[in-house]
Structures are given as structure tokens and as C-alpha cells.
């Protein structure tokens, strides 16, 4: 009924970059639609076969756009490029940090809108047919909202109380599944946000795994540089120490400053060597601290589908009461009807008789 994005929808493609929308007023003028940098995604359908660009800001989707064949990304200047949204009747304009970002952003879209298009070229009947059943659907919710809301046209007496409280229960349940769906769309925007900000974690995880195997390989490296360094400066140091234990001078004396040249250069190399190897070892702490979002973010995301499962319970349940109001409504519409043709069998009886009073009295 309402399937998880999880299931259907899988980010392929994040970056973050400035949002904003051209002024519907001016069409030319840029309003923006984030304070910040905010993550702009790309999300894969696998089931319908449609690509999104998703930008979630809180809990307000700021983009939510279908990527379509006719759709182009335009790069207007050397961070900024945007793109026009025939469906919502707007551009989008995205603002990058570095020319690099917008380059892979603009790879990607093009990318997308290749994929995109021959989705269309495959699947075209299917299209047609979603298409037929995404217009059928609300008109079918209108026209069932529409039954519900209208009242009878004929009540009588006694029936009259089943029918007003059928009528109760109607509203009632229809204001408390729309309210659940509310609650529902809410519910699936944050937990958008959330696989968002997922892929991002994920993202920069594997690049943080990529540079601390790189590390780790160099530190290895470095490190049996840095004992053959420190066994040459040990040698070094003793050449020195016999130099100055037999007090040599003329050549010894400039062999002295050689020795000592290059046990300086040494030091210095070592002291590199460490301040590198803590580098490394800082970011290896970023490392475990972006783990530690990602598990923070899974776990936020895990209770954000139990919600939603809860959520899809409660609107089965009360789909479920409205039938059963529904089949009430129907079974008190049947006594009425029943109850109308037994009154208009006994009026026609009273008007007959009727008759044939006034044609005694008559006579």
C-alpha cells in the first residue's frame, strides 16, 4: 500500500551543493531555497524504472524532481549550473563548492537522463499504463470521498439514527486515515532525509576505508625506511664519536661537518616521518567517528521503518472499519429502501380507501 523507499528507491549519486529556485514573479532573479550546503541526491526506482533528484532540507523536500529525456543541466558559470523542471514549473539552480563537483554533477545528470531515456524507449506501453492508472486513482479516491461525504436523500423515521451514526463514523474514520497519511508522508520525508544523509556516510566511509589502507601500506613502508634511517644515524653518530675521540683534524675535520650535515638531514626526515604518522593516525580516529554516525544513522533509519510499518498497521486497520462501515451504510440503505416501498403500499392503500369513502359518502 504504501511501500518503503527502502525497497523501492536506491541512492546512486550525492553531493552537496547551495539550492535554489527562480523567482516565479521575475524569472529571472535566483530565490534561495536552503540556508546551507544540503545534500542533492540521485535516486533509482528499480520497480517503476523512473531516476529522482531528491534534496531534502529538515523535514521539507526542497527538490523533487523526475528526471525526464528532454531535461538538460546547463553549466552557467564555473561552480553553478542548473536545470528547468517542466512538471513543477520551475528551475533549479545548484551552487558547488569546486568546479571538480560540478563536473561529476553534470557527468551524472547526463548520465541519468541517457538511463532515463531508454527506461522510456523499453517500457513505453508500460508507461502508458501507469500513467492511465496514476489518473484513475485520485478521481476514484474523489469519487468514493464524494459517496461518503453526500448525504441521503430520503430518511424516515427510526432508520434515521443508524444512518446519522454511520454518517459519524464515516467522517470519523476518514478524518483519522487522512490524518495517518499525513503522518505517513511525514514519516517517509524524514526517513528520505535519512538514507541521504546514509549514502553521504557511506560515501565518505569508503573513501576514508580507501586512504586508511593507502596509509596503512605507507606506514609499513615508512616505517622500515625509518629503521634504516635511524640505524644509519646510529652508525653516523658513532663515526662521529670516533672522529672526536681521536680529535683528527684538516680532512677529518670536513668529513666531520659532511657527517654532521647528513645526520641533521636525517633527523629532519625522521621528524617528518612522525608528524605524518600522526596525520594518519588522527584520521584514523575521523575514521571510527564517521562509523560511529553511520551506526547512529542505521539505527535512526531502522526506527523510522518500524514507524512506518506501525503507521501502514494502523491505516490497514482502519480501511478495514471503513469497509465494515461501508457495508452497514449499505444495509441500512437496503431497510430504508424497504421501509420507503412498504409506505408507499400502505399510502396507496389509504388512498383507495380514501376514495371509496368519499364515493360512500357521496352516495
Known amino acids: 500500500m504504501y511501500p518503503h523507499h527502502r525497497e523501492r ?138 459517496e461518503l461525504q453526500s448525504p441521503p436523500v430520503m430518511c424516515v423515521n427510526g432508520p434515521e439514527d443508524k444512518l446519522f451514526r454511520s454518517q459519524s463514523a464515516d467522517i470519523t474514520l476518514s478524518s483519522e486515515k487522512e490524518r495517518i497519511k499525513k503522518m505517513l508522508s511525514e514519516g517517509s520525508i524524514c526517513e528520505m532525509n535519512l538514507e541521504a544523509e546514509l549514502f553521504t556516510l557511506q560515501d565518505s566511509n569508503s573513501k576514508l576505508v580507501a586512504a586508511l589502507h593507502e596509509a596503512n601500506a605507507n606506514v609499513e613502508q615508512w616505517k622500515k625506511q625509518l629503521a634504516a634511517y635511524q640505524e644509519e644515524t646510529d652508525r653516523l653518530r658513532e663515526q662521529v664519536a670516533d672522529l672526536e675521540a681521536h680529535g683528527g683534524h684538516g680532512p677529518s675535520d670536513l668529513l666531520k661537518d659532511e657527517l654532521t650535515q647528513s645526520l641533521e638531514e636525517l633527523e629532519a626526515l625522521l621528524k617528518a616521518k612522525d608528524e605524518e604518522i600522526h596525520i594518519l593516525q588522527s584520521k584514523k580516529l575521523e575514521y571510527h567517528e564517521m562509523e560511529h554516525d553511520r551506526d547512529e544513522a542505521i539505527h535512526r533509519l531502522q526506527e523510522m521503518e518500524m514507524r512506518n510499518s506501525d503507521l501502514e498497521r494502523r491505516i490497514q486497520n482502519t480501511e478495514q472499519n471503513l469497509n465494515n462501515s461501508l457495508e452497514d451504510r449499505d444495509r441500512t440503505d437496503s431497510e430504508i429502501q424497504r421501509a420507503i416501498e412498504i409506505l408507499d403500499i400502505k399510502i396507496f392503500d389509504l388512498n383507495d380507501l380514501r376514495q371509496s369513502l368519499v364515493k360512500l359518502i357521496d352516495k
Not at 57 to 86: E, L, R, Y
Not at 97 to 118: G, I, M, S
Request: hydrophobic share 40%; net charge positive.
Open 9 to 146: 528507491e536506491q541512492p546512486i549519486f550525492s553531493a552537496r551543493a547551495h539550492v535554489f529556485q527562480i523567482d516565479p514573479t521575475t524569472k529571472r532573479n535566483w530565490i534561495p531555497a536552503s540556508k546551507h550546503a544540503v545534500s542533492v541526491s540521485f535516486f533509482y526506482d528499480a520497480n517503476r524504472n523512473v531516476y529522482r533528484i531528491i534534496s531534502v532540507g529538515g523535514t521539507k523536500a526542497i527538490i523533487n524532481c523526475t528526471v525526464t529525456p528532454s531535461m538538460t543541466f546547463t553549466k552557467t558559470s564555473q561552480k553553478f549550473g542548473q536545470w528547468a523542471d517542466s512538471r513543477a514549473n520551475t528551475v533549479y539552480g545548484l551552487g558547488f563548492a569546486t568546479e571538480q563537483q560540478l563536473h561529476q554533477f553534470a557527468e551524472k545528470f547526463k548520465e541519468v537522463k541517457d538511463a532515463a531515456r531508454l527506461a522510456r524507449e523499453k517500457s513505453q506501453d508500460k508507461e502508458l499504463a501507469n500513467t492511465a492508472l496514476t489518473i484513475a486513482a485520485p478521481q476514484f479516491s474523489q469519487d468514493l470521498s464524494d
